[in-house]
């Protein structure tokens, strides 16, 4: 699912402030 750090570093941010 993850291709690079990126998008790992924006998705954790995303579920960071979802949550």
């Not at 699912?1 to 949550?19: L, T, W």
Request: glycine letters at 6%; proline letters at 0%.
């Amino acid at each position: 699912m993850i291709r690079s750090h990126k998008e790992f570093f924006v998705s954790n941010a995303y579920y960071a402030q979802a949550g």
